[in-house]
């Protein structure tokens, strides 16, 4: 099986059960991604309701802290919904209206890509049911009581750790269960083929408004560019369009948490410990013990705290092509606190990953480079945890 297949990495290892929706979702992916009536609506909706064109922003006091390279900002920040998730939401909700689907169905940890399903659920009229462990339901109060008003049913799941691993397995149940009228919304670059290459594809428009954005702003120069990696998208989406592009350097951020013991992070491509393995439908990279168990992992930020990464990353990382880091809660932290400072931009503690990494970057730039970072998401969400990080209760 080629199809599906980022070098070795990827494929389709679901339950038998599951594989003639894969089939059919692939087939009409296929149909679809070149159809000029479905694109010119996904258009018209990423300009009129979510956003785009993000801008990108030249951070001139940002530059002139380091005293390095040019650095601008992927405003991703500023789309409906508060992050990149919207992207691929829109994209899988257009797709499930083509393909005659009446429920839509996502797994969340944190709640964001649950919010933005539960967004472009109402936005088309579709039922919707998000299943998320009850562990991160007691957690994320807020995002559950959004989901609710945006008409959507939360379900619980209470098997194994209650959290997302674990509603994730409950969804892959449930769509196995109601394969006809359903479509399953993952929410990043992971998951059985065709969803790597379809959110992929879904969030390359991110690199391609950068290609664009930086003729006009730098006279096309672009030396680096810098994503966070949860499951990857917003990565993949800002990296892929460069694959080609051997002078442009590509660095992956992944959560060092607090420190490099087992289950004390959430990195799996920068981690040496790390192998590949089957998660949730594919083969890449994963967090694994000795025995071939998935880890537990960790990171102060909810959305980069998953044991998984996207397959695509996995053959960028053998083959050079992008490079992975870590950075650390107390770097992302800081990171947090410096761009509010510096640019009155207030970042998601996930794309606060991906700023800390200017901090080792910069230095080693020189004043007529650029580096554009994306930053997926703003950090409305994340304000009352680096208060309580910093010892203040809100
Ligand atoms: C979910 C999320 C991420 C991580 O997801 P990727 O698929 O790795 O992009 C990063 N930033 C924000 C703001 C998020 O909400």
Known sequence: MSKGRFGKYGGQYVPEIVMPVLKELEAAYEQYQADPDFLAELR??????????????????????????????????????????????LGQVLLAKRMGKKRIIAETGAGQHGVATATV????????KVFMGAV??????????????????????????????????EAIRYWA??????????GSAVGPHPYPTMVRDFRSIIGREIREQIKAEAGGRLDYLVACVGGGSNAIGTFHEFAKDSDVKKIG??????????GDNAQTLSNPASRPGVLHGAYSYLAQDDDGQVIEVYSISAGLDYPGVGPEHAMFHDQGIVEYVGINDREAQDAFQLLSREEGIIPAVESSHALAYLGKLMPKTQKDEVVVVTLSGRGDKDVQQVARALGEEI
Do not use: W
């Not at 659920?121 to 919707?128: K, Q, S």
């Not at 951020?253 to 087992?262: F, H, L, N, Q």
């Open 136 to 169: 991160d339901i007691e957690r994320q109060k807020l995002n559950v009581f959004k989901m609710k008003l945006l008409g959507t049913e939360v379900v619980p799941v209470t098997t194994g750790t209650a959290t997302l691993k674990d509603a994730t397995s």
């Open 177 to 186: 269960a109601h394969i006809e009228d359903t479509h399953y919304i993952i």
């Open 121 to 128: 659920a109402a936005l088309f009229g579709m039922e919707c």
């Open 253 to 262: 951020v992944e959560a060092a948490g607090r420190g490099p013991g087992i």
């Open 44 to 89: 018209r909706y990423y300009v009129e309701y979510a956003g785009r064109p993000t801008l990108l922003y030249y951070a001139e006091n940002l530059t002139k802290y380091y005293g390095g390279a040019r650095i601008y900002l992927k405003r991703e920040d500023l789309l409906h919904t508060g992050a990149h998730k919207i992207n691929n939401a």
